[in-house]
């Protein structure tokens, strides 16, 4: 398995996929599937050749034909999975497993968003790790990186906790919507200051805007929405508190 970034990412962009099965619990089609380095044509085959025969990977699969249309969400669940990779890995926070779209022809259902599978504990999800105040800290940063993504549906088990001792946030095609859409189980912080490190870096996307890749995934609405969203969360510098108890996603986990 490849723990190297780059190179994982350039295996996502260029390998072959073969699907390995459906992703249970999945309202959408959602499929595992390993990636390997192989012989591929037209652009991709000089950027292929880097591999050199090394290791394969399993990534999950999310083919836009198999998106399910939501009354209240725009179409392209796939794009927002990648930007919101794109942003995670631009404040510097890694907490989203590095994620591709994908166009061509080499991907078994068309194309859709390829993310590295994350081995992880799958008796743990935010309500068994809330309970270790040890993963407070990294639990802070996803509350806080669900506030400027406006996270529709961050669910328990959208917080995994990888083998590698780190937690991580997947299922992320929910966001990046422009109208207040936040729908979460991580309440347990709310009233608390937000820490200076994560009020910095969301301050450098409120004065900076959107990092480039972004401008591909998202519309300019969606990138002012983000902008705004950052600047209100530097501005009040705690997390919020839902004194509605309505905004929770269903199930829970």
């Not at 959602?30 to 991709?44: A, K, S, W, Y």
């Not at 166009?103 to 809330?130: K, W």
């Not at 906790?161 to 946030?169: H, I, M, P």
């Amino acid at each position: 398995m490849r723990t190297d970034s780059a190179a994982t990412l350039s295996l996502l962009r260029c390998g072959e996929v073969e699907v390995l099965g459906r992703m249970p619990w999945s309202s959408n089609a959602t499929l595992l599937v390993e990636i390997r380095p192989g012989t591929v044509t037209g652009d991709r085959e000089h950027a292929a050749a880097g591999h050199g025969g090394a290791d394969c990977l399993r990534a999950v699969y999310k083919p836009r034909r198999g998106e399910r249309p939501l009354w209240d969400f725009p179409d392209g669940l796939d794009r927002r999975e990648v930007a919101a990779y794109e942003l995670s890995s631009w404040l510097g926070w890694d907490i989203v497993p590095e994620t591709v779209l994908r166009d061509d022809e080499g991907l078994p259902f068309g194309a859709g968003s390829l993310q590295r599978f994350v081995d992880f504990d799958a008796e743990q999800h935010y309500f068994t790790l809330v309970e270790d105040q040890g993963r407070h800290d990294a639990l802070r940063t996803i509350c806080c990186f669900d506030l400027v993504v406006n996270s529709a549906d961050r669910k328990g088990g959208h917080c995994l906790a990888g083998d590698d001792g780190r937690l991580w946030a997947v299922d992320n095609g929910l966001t990046f919507h422009c109208d207040a859409k936040l729908r979460t189980v991580i309440w347990e912080f709310g009233g608390q200051p937000i820490p200076d490190r994560l009020v910095a870096d969301l301050r450098r996307l409120a004065e900076e805007g959107p990092p480039p890749p972004l401008h591909a995934l998202l519309s300019s609405a969606e990138r002012r929405a983000l902008v705004r969203r950052a600047a209100a969360v530097v501005g009040r510098r705690a997390f919020p508190v839902d004194h509605s108890g309505r905004r929770y996603p269903w199930p829970l986990v």
